[in-house]
Structure formats: C-alpha cells, structure tokens
C-alpha cells in the first residue's frame, strides 16, 4: 500500500488481478450505533483527493506548495465543470435526475466520473503515471483533446496504457458500450488521429520520463502491429451490483463465493461479446468494480465537486 499515490487501499480492495481481469469492491462498516453502512462517503471523499492530478496531471509542477494546495482543488473542480458533459450531468442531477442505460446521448456519460474513477485505479493499483490531461489541454468549445479516458504510461514495462471507462446500473450493458469502443477507437485510422493529438502536446513538456520512446510508439511511421505490441487497454466498467443489497458484510464466504461467481461470469460475458478483428493483437485489460448504487454514487462525487468549487465564491 506505501507505493499507492492516493492510498486508497485502505477503502477499495483489489480482489483478483491477473493480465486479463483486474477487480475490485468497496465494503461496509458500521456507524456509531452498530448499523452497517456502504462506504461510499469515504470512497467519494478518496475520488475528491484525485481531482487535482487528474484535470492537470503532471503539466504543472508535480509538488505543489501547501499554500497552494487550497486553491489548485478549486482550480481543479471549475475546470472539470468547463467541460460540458460535467456541467451537464450535474445540472441533470441537481434536478433529481439521473442517465439511464440506453440513453441516445453517450456524450453525457463523459460527465459520470468514469475517467475519474479510472484515473485512480490505475494509479494506485497498477503503477501508472498520467501522461496527459484531456482536461489540462481542454479546447475552446468546451471538448477534450483526445478521445480516450486516459492516456497513462506504465514505465515499468515501458507500455502506453489507453483507457476507456463505463458507469452503468446494468453491468452487462457497460460491456457492451466497451466493446463497442475497442471498435471505433482502436483501427489504424483512429490512432493514428488521436496519436497525432497526443503527440504536439507532450513535445512540449521536459518532465515526462523517457519521452522520447512515448513519442515512437505514437509515431505515425512506426508499424501499427508494434504499436499495439507496446499497448495496453484498461477497461474499466463501473456498475450497479446486487451483491451490496444482498449483503452487508464482504468479509462472509457466502459474499466472497458470489462476488467471484459474478466477476467470472462478467469476464465471460465480454470475451464472447469481444469480436474485434485484432482481438489477438490487443492486449486488454478488463477492469470490474461493482457498486451498490450508481445513482448515488455519481450524484455524491457531482455534490463534493461542486461545493469545492464554490469555496472561493
């Protein structure tokens, strides 16, 4: 846990990893009159620690003066609220509304804190570093730089980690919007746009580690069968999970049994609906974290956020 960046280990556990499957859960505890409660207050309160690395990453000096710190959080919030699926997600539930499933606008979805929640388990769970902020290099008009939940580099293995990231009620229609996304996002054409995108900003910073052999991988000259050989890609479905209604407790066999019963059978579900032509070439990483409320879950992290970025008001 001492290498964890944001340490929240000591909130989401890590249940099964290998290079195919990583996953993951939040438990209970009880409150001061013994009730057993879902920790979610302490999970949005570990989401809120991030929000500063994630919407400037490693563009600004890594160590930022404690003088300092205040104000980058609400620097931080109100440029995430720049983004318009944030800020229109949240006048969504403010409202008391919520985004459904089949929702036709799937823009609206970028305004869930998948990224967010993305951002963080690769982190601290799988020795990534950012290697650029869609949020930091934001347009004009209010849209990212680059299509991709996240653009992380791994140094250890020297490979480029290009994420994408669900928040559903329905686990299986999460998997579904992924595989639709390996689709449209990972043929020759799309990356060698997005590389290209990727490429003019990080030209431009001195403090990228190794820089040079990022800027190879992204090449348009260099083989799209090496690049893919160099990438790997986090899928990250958060969804809601009958398990955390079913129990109250994550330490029981009966939870353990059927948390393993679920993550196998959502893992199966998603190598049958995989039918990428490169399926043997992409090395893809399929990331589980069921939730007990979606909903919920989405509506804490917009109120937090939005009250950090109203501090200096």
Known sequence: MSNQPFESGKIIKHCFANNDLSTFLVGFDI??????????????????????EFAFGFHEEEETANTHTYLK???AAQAIYKIDSFQKVKDIYDNIGSIDDDVDDQYLRKGEFGELILHLLLRDFHDTIPLLSKIYFKDSRGFAVHGFDSVHIQPSTKTLWLGESKIYIDGKSGIRALVKDIHEHFNSEYLE???????KKIKH????????????????????SEQLSKIKIPLLCTYESNLFSSYDDESLQEFIDDYKKEMEAMFKYFDDKNDHPLKPKLDILLILFP???????????????STIQSLND
Not at 31 to 52: A, F, S
Not at 193 to 199: A, D, G, K, M
Not at 291 to 300: C, D, F, P, R
């Open 193 to 199: 746009s997005e590389f290209i995108l990727i490429s």
């Open 205 to 224: 910073f001195d403090n990228i580690p190794e820089k040079e052999h990022w800027l190879d991988i992204l090449s348009d000259s260099t083989a799209l």
């Open 73 to 75: 959080l609400i620097e």
């Open 31 to 52: 409150d001061d009159k013994g009730n057993k409660l879902y920790r979610l207050n302490k999970l949005v309160t570990k989401l809120m620690q991030v929000i500063h």
């Open 291 to 305: 939730v007990q409320n979606k909903t919920e879950l989405v509506k804490s992290l917009h109120n937090k956020l």
